[in-house]
């Protein structure tokens, strides 16, 4: 009995001691600005607004993430519904957990349409988010490609669109939900809290590594460079370049303009050497043996893992040889 | 006999007025900036294509060679700081102050304030941890300092991307910049030791000499507005100046200009030994 209650007190220690640290059950919580907190598996991140018409989750991780993400926002947000999940794009890394945390929240929805959704007597709720992104998320996670199957029905999508942006209005702030054409894929947008001044980036921008860039479902790396110039356009810093406008990237650690602009410089460069051995007529295998990307092969570089040096590369190569960019 | 007591006297004395182990010297006030050492490159500023006695890497040197001074005609660039492994070293003004518990009277933090770009430092002075790996990097980084005797030793981290010498050789956000702070009289000594992972293969030491100021700094002297203008009007949107491998002409001439091979001019860590003189003859 004793032990027991040892063991009680030890796991109650060390639960409060992660809570303090803003961890929970092994994803990492962190403040951003305004309404908005990140949480990171380590790997890729979540935003998290939240605010009192309830909570907006902007993707999802993957799959496997799905249960212990749901007990972080819950760890943030409190028991406040749960009204939209709105996805960046269609990696599985960042949607695999829209079924869980979608299905756990709810919707305020109205007229004919209630009915037929599953509208619930008690709270005139349908007992699921909404999930919101580019239509071209939808057509990506609807379709097998590569080997791989769907994404399951319950994961897709409910509300897309296709104009260059859209906007919404949540909590006491706009947010613009930006469409950047053929960037890491052709279904990225750019999320912009505007009140909490806070922009989600998505995979177009990676403290970890070089832009990911799927070239196959109409990625080119001319896209990312505009989308980091989007980012650059929308944000303001406070002082020094430093500051005012944080931007959460895809993965890695919490950003400003500058820090956005130190990459856009970086991706720029590393096309303008590709493009300028491709016009030199050199092969792909010869601009890898340059080694354009040299001179942050130790910030960002990989040659082993999901994302390597040479198929960032290759993917610059791919979109340029073409005949030049989108 | 007699010279026993005089030692035991003025080992008393001493004792009495040696600050213990522990001891915290108080370096609260206004400094300023010296230049007796390594003011070629402190003011006028190192040349392009001047990269001796840095330990670099291979990548470090590419990032310069691709550097171009232009790129800070960029309006996003424009206002930019020095980093805190470079900020003082440059012409400025300093002031340090620091922050008690009112409870307590334990010293909390000491703040400082540094005219060049107009920044102020917080050296948290409580014991607390650095942040996590996932927030967010700034020009001064988050320090934490404690007393080593009479030296103040502070330690920092999450420092954004800058350079280690403003002719374009790049200090990653990676450092760890560990900084020990001396007073002798009115001469505050300042070592830096930064360790970066990705563009240095040995660490970077450096030492500066500031003077203290016995007169308050007045507000202006502390001051440094900076806005962004468009300085190149036909410039495009997204612009970043660079040269592509082969084509910065300007790489050659500080070599030719004091009659130095390039295995010095190139930099690493060799070059900052005694030893390499012995490859110039």
Redesign the interface.
């Known amino acids: 009995m004793s032990s027991l209650r040892v063991l009680a007190t030890l796991v109650a220690t060390v639960a409060a001691a992660a809570l303090v640290a803003g961890q929970s059950a092994g994803l990492e919580t962190l403040p951003v600005r305004g309404q908005v907190s990140m949480i990171t598996n380590g790997s890729s991140n979540v935003l998290l607004q939240a605010g009192p018409q309830g909570v907006l989750v902007v993707d999802t991780l993957a799959e496997s993430d799905g249960p212990r993400l749901l007990e972080a926002v819950r760890g943030r947000a409190g028991a406040r519904p749960i009204r939209y999940v709105l996805n960046t794009h269609a990696d599985r890394e960042f949607t695999g957990g829209n079924a869980a945390i979608a299905a756990a929240g709810s919707q305020l929805v109205a007229g004919n349409f209630a009915g037929q959704v599953g509208q619930r007597a008690v709270d005139g709720a349908v007992p699921q988010a909404f999930v919101v992104a580019h239509e071209n998320v939808l057509t990506a996670m609807s379709t097998a490609a590569a080997g791989r199957p769907a994404a399951p029905f319950a994961a897709w999508p409910t509300d897309t669109f296709f104009q260059a942006e859209r906007t919404m209005y949540f909590n006491g702030e706009g947010i613009q939900l930006v469409h950047v054409p053929h960037a890491s894929t052709d279904g990225d947008v750019l999320v912009f809290f505007r009140s909490s001044d806070v922009i989600a980036a998505g995979d177009i921008y990676s403290t970890f590594g070089y832009p990911r860039i799927d070239v196959a479902r109409g990625g080119h790396v001319n896209g990312v460079i505009e989308g980091l110039n989007r980012l650059i356009d929308l944000a303001i810093s406070e002082q020094f370049t430093e500051g005012g406008t944080r931007i959460v990237p895809g993965r890695g650690r919490i950003s400003d303009e500058f820090d956005v602009v130190e990459y856009r410089d970086m991706v720029t460069i590393v096309r303008d050497r590709v493009q300028a051995m491709i016009a030199k007529k050199q092969t792909l295998e010869q601009i890898k043996a340059a080694r354009p990307t040299l001179d942050w092969e130790p910030r960002y570089g990989a040659t082993t893992g999901a994302w390597t040096t040479a198929q960032f590369v290759e993917a610059v190569y791919r979109s340029l040889a073409g005949g030049g960019g989108k | 006999m007699r010279r026993a007591r005089v030692l035991l006297l003025a080992m008393a004395a001493t004792l009495a007025v040696a600050p213990p182990a522990s001891a915290q010297f108080d370096i609260t006030g206004s400094y300023n900036a010296i230049f007796h050492e390594d003011q070629p490159e402190r003011i006028p500023g190192p040349s392009l294509g001047d990269y001796l006695g840095l330990p670099i ?4 040197r ?2 310069a060679d ?1 550097w171009d001074a232009s ?1 800070l005609t960029v309006p ?2 424009q ?3 020095h980093s805190s492994p470079y900020i003082l070293r440059g012409p400025l003004n300093m002031r340090i102050w620091e922050e008690r518990d009112p409870e307590t009277q334990q010293v909390v933090a000491l703040h400082i304030d540094i005219s060049n ?3 102020r430092r917080t050296v948290w002075m409580d014991g607390r941890a650095h942040p ?8 001064m980084g988050f320090s934490t300092g404690q007393w080593e005797g009479e030296t103040l030793v502070i330690t920092t981290t999450h420092i ?2 800058m350079w280690h010498r403003r002719n374009g050789l ?1 200090q ?3 450092v760890t910049l560990t900084e020990r702070f001396t007073l002798h009289g009115p001469v505050l000594t300042y070592v830096t030791h930064t360790d970066d ?3 240095l293969t040995e660490p970077l030491v450096k030492t500066t000499n500031m003077l203290r100021n016995p007169r308050p700094l007045p507000p202006q002297q502390l001051l440094y507005p ?1 806005t962004a203008v468009v300085e190149i009007a036909d410039q495009p ?2 612009a ?1 100046p ?1 040269y ?2 082969g084509q910065n002409m300007f790489l050659k001439e500080f070599a030719a200009q004091h009659k130095l091979p390039e295995s010095a001019v190139r930099g690493g860590a060799a070059t900052m030994y005694p030893e390499f003189r012995a490859n110039l003859r």
Do not use: I, M
């Open positions: 890497n291979e990548s470090a590419a990032f691709a790129r996003e660039h206002c930019r700081a770009f107009q920044q996590s790996r996932f927030a967010e990097h700034t020009w954004k991307q790049p990653s956000d990676q992972p990705v563009y900076c949107r997204g970043v660079h592509l491998p």
